[in-house]
């Protein structure tokens, strides 16, 4: 045995299953989460990773709220220097190719098993050979989602710390056949440590999620049990019944039996009898609900802890208020969704590059080549491909969303800022560099959709030559000598009593 990898066949045997009306049922989580082996420090083996994802209330919980919540929002992709055609292009292929599912399982089953691989492939084509990109457009590709048994003996790792892959990912192979190091993408939930072997991830790699709570799962179970006792005690009627004598003979006794079977059939809008000696109550069990909600919740944290995520995520727990207000519970938990999502970004990353191979296809480039000759028409595809990739930019919103109020004071400050730069720089500027500065103040306009419906479209040529021809005038009228009637009107009169304010006229003393 070991570790805890031996606790995965201990639950073998006669009674590992339930026979209900011929059906077998497994009672594995039973058999694995409640054994007295189980204390702080167990290893998660393999398939004891598996039986708390499939079947603790909380293992989908620990494995997929991060995720989820990461990826609740679209990524706000934005390329500046290229038609928007090409976005929509991308985003309608990424859709097409459920990519967001595919990363969704891989980045699932990292966090259960310390390890997952996302590979791809087109059918007949050798696996340990790379894809060509203008391949990629028009071929039926596949994904597949690996988790480590699909893997084992290919990502062990190197634990020589002499060696050049050292603890490094030099290749994958799959039930045997090696893969392209371009065609997988394999992610780890934490970083390998020296000399630490993960049971359920076959391999001296990062380690499940599941690792550091185990206990604490077992735990958790506990109160399930204990809520499941108080639920069927919680109905139990305790009947205080005076025997009539001393001598409790056979009739006294079955007329107990009567009045016992009256006070479980009572209901509402029903009389019963009892004398002022008796008394009927339900079992008391308000000692229980005290300790019992606070051992849950101390159990919760230990779990959340443990897993390094916010108690709120687990527990369900609402905020103090609302998520986008801006608490200090909501950041944190912000935070915390901003490390998840750049743990998920070698997997995007991959994506991105098969996408947009998919769909910045030769034939959309055809399509670019006639509607933009003069930006792409001396271009080859491969030129065109990484142009556009190259410009290519993908962001995650912020997940603190605020008020529509809050956002309007921002847009209204980056306005004036605008209308300032404006001000300053374009009495200084020629023809060319103003177009640009009207061009970069549009743009921002148009983001601004909180204020502005509709862009503010200009156009380039009609602009530059007004200013041009504006800035001519400007010349022409410099150039040109001042008329009579300007010279007259430009010249200084001599200063003089009357029109001079600092010059008063002096009255001198009269003789007597």
Not at 269 to 297: F, M, W
Not at 337 to 354: A, C, H, Q
Not at 411 to 440: T, Y
């Amino acid at each position: 045995m070991s570790g805890f990898a031996g606790f995965d066949t201990a639950y073998e045997g006669p009674n590992a299953t339930l026979g209900i009306g011929g059906a077998s049922i497994g009672n594995a989580l039973e058999k694995v989460l409640l054994c007295d082996e189980i204390v702080p420090g167990s290893d998660v083996g393999y398939e004891t990773a598996k039986i708390i994802y499939s079947y603790h209330p909380l293992g989908a919980k620990l494995a997929d709220k991060p995720i989820k919540l990461a990826m609740s929002q679209e990524r706000n992709i934005t390329m500046p220097h290229c038609p928007d055609a090409a976005i929509d292009k991308f985003k309608e292929q990424w859709n097409a190719d459920n990519c967001d599912i595919f990363i969704m399982n891989t980045a699932r089953l990292a966090r259960i098993y310390g390890i997952a691989t996302l590979a791809y492939g087109i059918q007949d084509f050798p696996t340990n050979e790379d894809i060509p990109l203008e391949k990629l457009a028009d071929a039926k590709i596949y994904f597949n989602v690996l988790d480590p048994l699909n893997t084992s003996g290919s990502l062990v790792l190197n634990q020589d710390p002499n060696a050049p892959d050292f603890q490094k990912l030099v290749g994958v192979s799959i039930a045997g056949q090696p893969y392209a190091r371009s065609r997988v993408v394999v992610v780890m939930n934490e970083q390998p440590i020296y000399i630490q072997y993960t049971d359920s991830a076959f391999g001296f790699v990062g380690r499940s999620v599941y690792q550091r709570c185990l206990f604490a799962l077992k735990s958790f179970l506990q109160t399930m049990l204990t809520d499941d006792t108080v639920s069927q005690k919680a109905g139990v009627i305790v009947a205080k019944i005076k025997p009539a004598s001393s001598i409790f003979d056979r009739i006294m006794s079955g007329f107990n039996a009567i009045k016992r079977t009256m006070i479980k059939g009572s209901r509402n809008n029903n009389v019963i009898a009892i004398t002022p000696e008796e008394d009927i109550q339900s079992l008391d069990l308000h000692s229980l609900e005290g300790p019992a909600k606070q051992s849950r919740q101390n159990i919760l944290q230990n779990i959340a802890m443990a897993a390094d995520m916010p108690a709120q995520l687990l527990a369900n727990e609402t905020f103090v208020e609302g998520f986008g207000e801006g608490t200090e519970d909501a950041k944190q938990v912000s935070l915390y969704i901003d490390g998840v999502r750049k743990e998920l970004s070698p997997l995007y990353n991959f994506m991105n590059l098969i996408i947009q191979a998919r769909a910045w296809s030769p034939a959309f480039f055809e399509t670019m080549k006639e509607e933009f000759p003069d930006v792409y028409g001396n271009m080859t595809w491969i030129q065109f491909f990484y142009t556009l990739r190259n410009d290519f930019k993908a962001e995650w919103p912020s997940l603190l969303v605020e008020p529509e109020s809050e956002r309007i004071k921002v847009d209204e400050a980056k306005l004036k800022a605008i209308r300032e730069i404006l001000e300053i720089m374009l009495p200084n500027m020629d023809a060319d560099n103003s177009v640009r500065v009207l061009q970069w103040a549009a743009s921002n306009f148009n983001d601004n959709q909180m204020l502005f419906k509709t862009p503010l479209m200009i156009d380039e040529v009609t602009l530059r030559e007004f200013l041009l021809d504006k800035q001519e005038q400007a010349k022409q009228a410099q150039q040109q000598p001042p008329t009579a009637s300007e010279q007259v009107t430009n010249e200084t009169p001599e200063p003089t009593d009357e029109n001079n304010p600092q010059v008063q006229p002096v009255e001198l003393p009269r003789a007597a």
